[in-house]
């Protein structure tokens, strides 16, 4: 292997991943070699792995794609999707070593590397599927320096568990700042009148976006819609929301379990019925909660670009991008919040709307990026409330 000389890596090509129930998957490395945990979850996208590579949200996850070739398309400077790669691993079938695209900068190989993050391929990807949708998504380690199987699967099992972890504090920002930039030039033929030209004059709205970890295809969208957009980390107080006199109040993705979240649940307590909200899945999720809702885990988790949502207000089918693990319970909401919003593959609450307050929750990515863009109307939404 050809590898520049102030960046030697081993001869060691193989790399295991030992799941908590004991099976072991044994494959070839690439990217970074080392060793870490995280819960093994999967994404059923095509394509879109550099954005769920840049996903904050994966802060914590070993990430499997069930597409069986990752990487023909390389690396480029505008798919990202925050500063930094915060999943704790990534595993495929076959990994693309010539990627080919009048973007690609990178191979995937040399970018997990750059960024300190273990691949793995040339595993079964269908039966690693299969054992977590049987199971439920389970703690794992990813190791390139020991290869003894009892000994890893020892290390899975002492692993923390995702639930109960604060994990958003790693990946919000430390302080406020203006969102500069609108969506990609390649993205604006995507953009519908009816979701981002303004009809309201020309009034610019300001929106506040309380950051857990935020993907930047969100703030971009607000910007395309004319807004201006102050980003605050996570654990702002509603004091410091209202400082900057908002319009409306934006909640992040992000990720873990929003459960353990006390204090992003109080700052949003104290703004229901002062400013118009939209959250999105963490940020719904924590919307729920704030709303006297309860949060429980999925099995496996709703991960990629074909989940399948009904829009119970117009009927109408959006296929919808998403990476959630926790999912509101629609049982315990308080008065005056109704489900607008349901997953046709399980039945599970994909939106909520609390009228009298101005809010609403959206489980899903309407940012895309990757995905469908068959939601984009729900930043048009936010710009109807924030109007009202
Ligand atoms: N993308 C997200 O915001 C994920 C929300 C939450 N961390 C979950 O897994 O359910």
Redesign the pocket.
């Given at each position: 292997m050809n590898q520049p000389a102030n960046n030697p890596i081993s001869n060691n090509q193989t790399a295991k991943l030992a799941l908590s129930d004991g099976t072991v998957f044994t494959g070839t490395r690439f990217g970074a070699e080392g060793e870490y945990f995280g819960e093994v979850v999967f994404n059923t996208s095509l394509t879109g792995y550099q954005e769920i590579l840049t996903d904050p949200?994966y802060n914590g996850q070993i990430v499997t794609m069930t597409y069986p070739l990752i990487g023909n398309y390389g690396i480029n400077a505008d798919d990202i999707e925050s500063g930094r790669l915060s999943l704790r691993g990534f595993v495929c079938k076959e990994l693309c070593r010539e990627p080919s695209n009048f973007r690609s900068t990178q191979s995937l190989d040399d970018y997990l590397r750059a960024n300190n993050v273990i691949g793995i391929e040339g595993i079964d990807t269908r039966a690693l599927v299969r054992r977590i949708r049987t199971e439920g998504a389970m703690t794992g380690v990813l190791s390139t320096v020991d290869l003894d199987d009892a000994s890893l699967v020892a290390k899975a099992q002492q692993s923390p568990d995702i639930v109960g972890q604060d994990l958003i504090k790693d990946v919000m920002p430390e302080s406020a700042a203006d969102w500069p930039t609108g969506l990609h030039e390649m993205l604006l033929d995507q953009v519908t009148p009816s979701s981002h030209q303004s009809n309201e004059g020309d009034k610019d709205f300001h929106v506040v976006a309380i950051d857990y970890g935020m993907k930047w295809n969100i703030p971009r969208h607000l910007k395309q819609m004319g807004c201006q957009v102050t980003v605050v980390p996570g654990t702002a107080t509603a004091e410091e929301v209202l400082s900057h006199n908002p319009d409306g109040v934006f909640l992040s993705?992000?990720?873990?379990d929003?459960r353990p979240l006390d204090y992003a649940v109080g700052t949003i307590r104290d703004l229901l019925g002062k400013k118009p909200i939209f959250g999105i899945?963490?940020g719904h999720?924590l919307l729920g909660l704030a709303l006297g809702g309860e949060i429980f885990k999925l099995k496996f988790?709703h991960r990629g670009a074909n989940q399948p949502v009904l829009n119970k207000e117009t009927g109408r089918v959006e296929i919808t991008s998403q990476?959630?693990?926790?999912a509101l319970s629609g049982e315990t909401l308080a008065e005056g919040t109704e489900v607008t919003h349901i997953n046709l593959n399980d039945q599970t609450v994909e939106g909520i709307r609390h009228e009298g307050y101005g809010a609403f929750g959206i489980q899903y990515h309407p940012e895309a990026s990757a995905g469908p863009h068959d939601s984009h109307y729900l930043f048009g939404e936010f710009r109807k409330m924030m109007a009202n």
């Open positions: 949200s993705n992000g990720p873990g929003p899945c963490l999720q988790g990476n959630h693990g926790f």
